[in-house]
């Protein structure tokens, strides 16, 4: 319960496949923790910014100088942007939409362009618990600086069809930063069952998970349940939202199973 000093765990929530519930696993895994009493730093790696808005007041811009970009562009000092949220030990920093044009604006540049947000990291990491770190559907340079400063991958996968498209990219793609040694520890922490329903797609999908990832799949799954979208439409996280809701008690099952882990 009480913070670990010296001992914080970097997680990204990453699965290239869009709508997969990456944002919305990053944000009450983020708050969950942080209800437990860790010390919890979520960090928007998503031009889309999804996970940076349910925290930030809607008539609050979010600066570019303020932003991730600033960090991964321009060598800012992560600290500068990191915000204080209204929830007790989550902290945030914020995405902005200039970051899709990331990949691009870095494309000459060769130094260490995918190590840039694990060097920003080192100086605040030892604040923190728990650093989650959610990232767009793609597997460009900002989900490549999210797995080489990572610890352990949480992998979000809906359980309609075409759940297991994309898996085996995934799969080489951590491969990949193992073998360059961007990374050579990276490892999943999680295979998460996202959207699961009573049909037998949504059983069928879970089955093969099971049986391809084994104890690596979280034993809960996450049911479809609308309170977790309304959740961020009232910039709220699901425990604040609608704590008793099949969605709260999902994702603080799924809490227990990471701290178990
Ligand atoms: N268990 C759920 N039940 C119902 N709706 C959900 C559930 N999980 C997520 N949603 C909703 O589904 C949509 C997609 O979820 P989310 O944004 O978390 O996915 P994502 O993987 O982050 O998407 P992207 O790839 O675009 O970043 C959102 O509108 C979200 O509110
Ligand atoms: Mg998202």
């Known amino acids: 319960m009480l913070s670990v000093q010296n001992n914080s765990m970097i997680i990204s929530v990453a699965n290239q496949k869009g709508g997969v519930a990456k944002s919305t696993t990053a944000i009450n895994l983020s708050a969950g923790l942080a209800l437990e009493g860790y010390k919890v730093l ?25 932003s991730l970009y600033n960090v991964i562009v321009n060598f800012t000092p992560l600290a500068s942007v990191i915000r204080k949220t209204d929830f ?27 190590e840039r947000l694990k060097r920003a990291l080192e100086k605040v990491k030892d604040q923190f618990d728990y650093i989650i770190i959610d990232t767009p559907p793609s597997l460009g340079i900002l989900t490549i ?5 990572s610890d352990k991958l949480l992998v979000p996968v809906s359980t309609g069809f075409f759940a297991l498209t994309g898996i085996v990219q995934l799969k080489e793609t951590i491969d990949m930063i193992r073998q360059t040694q961007l990374n050579p520890e990276l490892d999943i922490i999680g295979v998460l069952c996202t959207f699961s329903d009573h049909t037998n797609v949504s059983k069928d999908v879970e089955k093969q998970l ?3 990832f084994g104890d690596q799949v979280f034993k809960i799954t996450i049911p479809k349940n609308v309170s977790l979208e309304e ?18 008690t999902a994702y603080r099952e799924l809490v227990k199973e990471v701290l178990a882990r």
Do not use: C, M
């Open 88 to 114: 007790p030990n989550l902290q945030i920093v914020p995405a902005h939409i200039r970051l899709s044009s990331i990949d691009l604006e870095l494309a000459q540049a060769f130094d260490n362009r995918s």
């Open 210 to 212: 099971r049986d391809y």
């Open 42 to 66: 979520l960090i928007d790696t998503d031009p889309q910014a999804n996970s940076s808005r349910v925290f930030i007041h809607p008539e609050v811009e979010v600066s570019l100088e303020k």
């Open 145 to 149: 600086n999210a797995f080489v400063a």
């Open 231 to 248: 959740a961020h439409s009232n910039y709220t996280t699901i425990f604040g939202h609608s704590p008793t809701s099949a969605g709260a």
